[in-house]
């Protein structure tokens, strides 16, 4: 079984600030893939960025980036020059090669202050 | 390029009640998934279809829960008998399988939810 732990409830960052928001994971398998999704208030949950575990490179989206860090079952998302419109519910999920599901964490909600 | 989507967008019932559901993939796309998320949490999994086959159900998916997607393409969640812990967001995803490599790691895309409130 696969678990996703994000310790920030919420973050709150200014605009054209960047921002880091966390995410640990345990899992036993050797194969697997990590997400950030995000979720803005009543509206559907889209992909942010995804990473390969056997990648060492870190992903990257334009303003959006990840630490991942194998060995301490770390994956952060890094988020630069921070917009309005990034305000939302962010998710870290992990998904292994053996199976179909998604594991979600609790979110980190996302404050964007003018 | 249309998303998934999902009918109704909110449904009020009294426990005791039935509901369905409607998901709506992306057209090609062979696989769909169900997620219940409460208030929060992170959606976490139900089941699993590709194409017409159920091939994964969570725990959480007790006898009152049902999914079925007939032909492949649209999917149905009924709940029968509701009960006030069955209110959530239901929310259905859908990817297209990658025939060139043998993994299940197909990025999922996420419709809008069905909000159930039960009274």
């Known amino acids: 079984a696969q678990t996703v732990t994000q310790s920030q409830p919420e973050m709150s960052v200014q605009e054209a600030e960047t921002v880091t928001l966390s995410c640990t994971y345990d899992?036993?398998?050797?194969?697997?893939?990590l997400f950030w999704y995000k979720q803005p208030p009543s509206r559907q949950m889209i992909l942010v960025i995804r990473q390969e575990a056997y990648k060492q490179q870190n992903a990257t989206e334009n303003r959006f980036s990840v630490n991942f860090q194998k060995a301490a079952k770390s994956f952060s998302l890094k988020i630069s020059d921070s917009q309005l419109g990034d305000a939302a519910m962010y998710f870290c999920?992990?998904?292994?090669?053996?199976?179909?599901?998604?594991?979600f964490g609790k979110g980190t909600s996302l404050l964007v202050t003018p | 390029d249309t998303g998934v989507s999902q009918d109704p967008r909110h449904k009020i019932t009294k426990r005791g009640q039935n509901v369905t559901f409607r998901c709506d993939p992306i057209?090609?796309?062979?696989?769909l998934y169900w997620y219940r998320q409460t208030l929060g949490q992170g959606p976490e999994f139900l089941t699993y279809?590709?194409?017409?086959?159920?091939?994964?159900k969570s725990r959480l998916l007790s006898d009152r829960f049902s999914a079925e997607r007939p032909k492949g393409s649209f999917s149905t969640l009924e709940i029968q008998r509701t009960e006030q812990g069955d209110s959530a967001m239901y929310l259905c995803?859908?990817?297209?399988?990658?025939?060139?490599?043998?993994?299940?790691?197909?990025?999922?895309?996420f419709g809008p939810g069905t909000r159930l409130t039960v009274l």
């Open positions: 279809f590709q194409n017409e086959a159920q091939l994964e």
């Open positions: 899992t036993s398998e050797s194969d697997y893939y």
């Open positions: 999920a992990s998904h292994s090669n053996s199976g179909y599901a998604l594991n």
């Open positions: 057209s090609e796309h062979n696989r």
């Open positions: 995803a859908s990817s297209l399988e990658n025939v060139y490599v043998t993994d299940n790691t197909d990025t999922q895309y």
